[in-house]
């Protein structure tokens, strides 16, 4: 299948001014975090920072509601034979704050003539600042955040031109149309992002310029890039066995 054919370039959008991000008011949308893990295909939940061990990563995908409805929406509307894959939703605090450190560290580490500013721009380039204020947190502390690629039919994982995570220019998701695929490879993994990116936004997400496997529903980066004047979710925690109870008695 040409998705070249099929799917126009990824559009060039701003990098999010997190100053009026975190000004949009949010509702409270009070509806509760579901897991994943027992949806049918074609949506495929691989948990990727449990797997590597990462401390307080939980073995689940939790998000709201809608954002499960609207994944489900997603993948059922991809080409025959694919399947999208969760990598990451909700998460808590403990990762992160981890994931926002040792990416500071490492970054450090490697241009040590950066600046404290300079660093922390670089940093949230790809992670957010760990945020816990109610009215200010961190996308994917909300459970409308979402990390996604897509998979074959055998479970092998689209190129996508950079790995999850990857904290380098090429993993913003239009660096194969700023600069033009070197190779069959690159264009390749240009018409997967493409693919990617029409599939999320149909089913109601935007995505955050700089990961191209970042999307977001509900939460106050969804409402900034869609014009809303509030976002619907604010932070949210995972119903412990204490509060089970109390809710019960």
């Known amino acids: ?99 926002f450190d040792t990416l500071f560290a490492a970054i450090r580490a490697r241009h040590g003539e950066l600046d404290d500013e300079s660093l922390l721009a670089r940093t949230r380039e790809f992670v957010s600042l760990p945020s816990r204020d109610p009215a200010a947190p961190s996308p994917h502390l909300t459970g409308g955040a979402v990390d996604v690629t897509l998979c074959d039919e055998n479970g092998l ?23 033009a695929p070197a190779d069959d490879a690159q264009r390749r993994a240009r018409d997967n992002r493409r693919l990617l990116y029409h599939t999320m936004s149909e089913a109601g997400f935007t995505n955050l310029p700089s990961e191209w496997w970042h999307y977001d529903f509900g939460d106050q980066l969804w409402a900034w890039y869609r014009g809303e004047n509030a976002a619907l979710y604010g932070p949210i925690e995972l119903e412990s066995i204490e509060d089970h109870w109390r809710r019960q008695l």
């Not at 025959?80 to 990451?88: H, I, N």
């Not at 996508?160 to 380098?168: H, L, Q």
């Open 157 to 179: 994982q689209l190129d996508m031109g950079t790995a999850f995570d990857e904290a380098v220019p090429a993993s913003h998701s239009d660096y194969f149309e700023c600069h």
């Open 1 to 99: 299948m040409n998705l070249a054919m099929t799917y126009p370039p990824i559009p060039t959008r701003p990098e999010p001014d997190w100053s009026q991000v975190t000004a949009l008011p949010i509702q409270g949308c009070q509806s509760p975090l579901v897991p994943m893990s027992l949806v049918p295909p074609p949506v495929v939940i691989y948990p990727v920072y449990a797997k590597r061990g990462i401390p307080g990563a939980v073995a689940e995908c939790h998000v709201r509601p809608e954002v499960h409805r609207r994944l489900l929406q997603a993948a059922r509307g991809l080409p025959e034979g694919l399947s999208l894959v969760l990598l990451d939703a909700w998460r808590p605090w403990r990762v992160q704050q981890y994931l």
